[in-house]
Structures are given as structure tokens and as C-alpha cells.
């Protein structure tokens, strides 16, 4: 008799503790998620996008994506997908799939795309003078050619344009994305030698 009550309350707490937990998972309410994201991306511009998620029970939230751009970047406590892409990153990016777990349950947004484009490209207008003096105080003369450099960084100018016509006194420079560029010149003689930067001016593109 001993031994088969102690089988009883064995075979009583297996069947128990099943049930209790079967009763917690029911009592669970699932999370929520909502958003609309963008679905166009400019090249040199910020990308942006917060779902709106919560959860009844006040659960702690953890947010998942898959298929992230490469350019993105993700944050699995608010569920933000942002960045900036580059010329590179042009194209279109789909299926890219934004989830949230309250530790129970899961709960998908709807899958979506976004589009790389680059944005319309604008001109800047430089007046150009060639300077009155060389570097060592003597007369500037013989001016055969000027150079522009130019770049999205003061004093860092990676760009350059040669420009094979003394005589004018203005040039647009052509093919920009919008954004602030930082412009020098220089002028060069007939023996191939270039003078130091000019002063430095900025040009906003939009």
C-alpha cells in the first residue's frame, strides 16, 4: 500500500505542472506591431524607421529583422532601421522583414522593399581670378590653365578639374549630389607651375 501511494502522488504531479503551464501560455497576449516604412532611400540622405509595438502584458520587447541592407543598421531594442547609403548602395532592397518576441510570442510586420535612388544632380558657379602675384612676391604672368579642387570636407579636396582656358572668368562645376562642397583654385604658368590654394568657398547644392 505504501508503494502504490507513492505512485499516486507521482503520477498527481506530472499531470500538474503540464497544466499550469499550459495555463500561463494561455493567459499570454501577443504583442502588437505596426508601422508604414518608407520605401525610398536617397543616396547621401538619412533613412529612418521605428515600428510602434507593445505588448499587454508589459512585457520586455525584442525586435528581430531579416534580409537588412547591407548600408542599414538595426537596433533589437527598439526595432529602428536606419542609415545613410552611398552611390554603391543603389537598388532595391526587398522582403526585408521586421519582427517583435515578448519572450512567448512573436509578431511580424508586414514585409517590405526599399528603393536606392540618387538624388537629382545639381551645379555650382565659381568665379575664377588668377592672382596678381607668385608665391615669392613677383609678378604672376604667363597664366596658361586653371585647376579646381573640391570635396564635401573643408580643407579635403579629392576632386579636381583642369581647365585649359585662361581667358574666362567664371565655371560651373556640373553632376552633384545635393550637399555642401568646399571649393580652391589655382592657377598655372606657361612653364607648368602651379600656384598655392586660393581662399576657400563653400557652394550648398540642392
Do not use: H
Not at 32 to 60: E, H, K, L, M, R
Not at 127 to 144: C, E, K, R, W
Request: net charge negative.
Amino acid at each position: 500500500m505504501l508503494i502504490l501511494l507513492g505512485g499516486c502522488l507521482t503520477s498527481v504531479e506530472e499531470t500538474v505542472v503540464p497544466e499550469e503551464q499550459s495555463s500561463l501560455a494561455d493567459n499570454n497576449a501577443a504583442p502588437t506591431i505596426a508601422g508604414n516604412p518608407g520605401s525610398a532611400a536617397t543616396v547621401g540622405q538619412v533613412y529612418t524607421f521605428v515600428p510602434n509595438a507593445s505588448d499587454p502584458d508589459g512585457d520586455t520587447l525584442t525586435f528581430s529583422v531579416t534580409n537588412l541592407p547591407g548600408w542599414a543598421r538595426f537596433n533589437t531594442s527598439t526595432g529602428e532601421l536606419s542609415g545613410q547609403p552611398t552611390l554603391v548602395d543603389a537598388g532595391v532592397y526587398g522582403n526585408i522583414r521586421i519582427s517583435v518576441n515578448d519572450g512567448s510570442t512573436t509578431v511580424e510586420l508586414r514585409p517590405f522593399s526599399i528603393t536606392v535612388t540618387q538624388a537629382s544632380l545639381g551645379s555650382a558657379t565659381l568665379s575664377i581670378q588668377a592672382p596678381a602675384t607668385n608665391t615669392d612676391g613677383t609678378p604672376f604672368t604667363d597664366l596658361m590653365a586653371f585647376k579646381i579642387y573640391f570635396g564635401m570636407t573643408s580643407g579635403q579636396y579629392p576632386n579636381e578639374i583642369y581647365i585649359n582656358s585662361p581667358g574666362i572668368s567664371s565655371y560651373v562645376v556640373e553632376n552633384l549630389a545635393p550637399g555642401s562642397y568646399y571649393f580652391v583654385a589655382t592657377a598655372i604658368n606657361g612653364t607648368g607651375m602651379e600656384s598655392s590654394f586660393s581662399n576657400e568657398v563653400t557652394r550648398v547644392v540642392n
